[in-house]
């Protein structure tokens, strides 16, 4: 039981360091949205993560390799959604849409993955979790919106909106994808071909665009940030992602990704000098406590493969 505990523990930690890590990657998305082109700044990050991966994962690849061919289709198809679709999505809708509108639909992800898990592997969504998801969206719209919810009448829609809504299912489905990967499989490796399969998918319509297009000036600042999207956003991130989803599941670590609002606002106050005020902790202290009370039921069986549901 203690060691049951610890082990949830650790999974909401890791879900946590990715929640705040991605965070980031929505500022350097915003940041430099003029100066790096969406592809560009997709390509480059998962060059980056790819090269640091390198080093600890092809030891596990060499000796794992029979698997691995065994398990292409998956690989190929978990790589594709969540590594050359899902952040190139986000990135293209930062140009056409708010960030309001973002934050609201990328609530949208944890929701698409309990109902994805209640059809797909018949998980159960009690009331409680329904309540908890209630009660952390309540958080989250008095956060983007600052306690006046008439902002949300005057929304308009763009194609970016559509972009991020697509985004948010492509997550999702990687992350089912993710809880089902073969048990045969280390994390690791996992990861690494993940990782080479979204790359190998990007890799054309990235030389396509940079054959017809004035060659990439980045700046230090700019160097930097892909710097942070390769090493942070996408190598720490992921991996901590997959781990928490094999720690508590994908629907519990779902529930997690909420808290990414209140982890922007607390980036744009340390990087950006926006102020925190009563409201923001009101909307951090409803996101905490949703969280805590959605994901309770959780702790009560574990799901077919042994791992909390």
């Known amino acids: 039981m203690e060691q049951q505990r610890a082990q949830r523990r650790a999974g909401y930690a890791f879900a946590l360091l990715s929640t705040a890590l991605w965070s980031g990657n929505m500022i350097v998305a915003r940041a430099f949205n003029a100066s790096i082109t969406p592809l560009s700044l997709a390509f480059l990050r998962w ?19 029979k698997v691995l061919v065994k398990a292409l ?3 190929a198809l978990t790589g594709l959604l969540g590594v050359s679709i899902f952040n190139t999505l986000i ?3 930062g140009r056409s ?17 309990i109902v994805l898990s209640r059809f797909l592997f018949g998980e159960a969504i009690s009331a409680k979790r329904v309540l908890g998801i209630a009660v952390v969206i309540a958080g989250v719209l008095l956060l983007i919106t600052k ?13 970016g909106d559509l972009l991020m809504l697509g985004a948010a299912l492509m997550f999702a489905l990687y992350s089912l994808l993710v809880r089902k990967r073969p ?48 090493l ?60 805590v009370l959605a994901s309770a039921q959780a702790k009560k069986k574990p799901d077919a493969s042994g791992r909390p549901a």
């Open 73 to 75: 289709p998956h690989i």
């Open 183 to 230: 048990p045969e499989l280390s994390l690791r490796s996992f990861q690494f071909s993940t990782f080479a399969m979204g790359w190998l998918f990007l890799a054309p319509a990235f030389i396509v665009e940079r054959s017809i297009s004035e060659p990439l000036a980045l700046s230090l600042p700019a160097f930097g940030a892909i710097l942070y999207v390769g």
């Open 47 to 65: 060059s980056v993560a790819l090269v640091a991966f390198m080093p600890f994962a092809l030891k596990g690849l060499l000796s794992e390799r």
């Open 232 to 291: 942070g956003a996408s190598l720490v991130a992921f991996l901590s992602w997959n781990k928490a989803i094999e720690l508590i599941g994908a629907s519990t670590a779902g529930i997690v990704y909420y808290s990414m609002p209140a982890f922007g606002g607390l980036l744009a106050f340390l990087l950006l000098g926006e102020g925190i005020g009563l409201m923001h902790a009101l909307s951090a202290l409803l996101i905490v406590a949703g969280i």
């Open 147 to 159: 306690g006046r919810l008439d902002t949300l009448l005057s929304l308009s829609f763009a194609q």
């Open 91 to 93: 990135y293209y809708a």
């Open 97 to 113: 849409t708010s960030a309001l509108n973002m934050s609201l639909i990328s609530i949208v992800f944890p929701i698409i993955i």
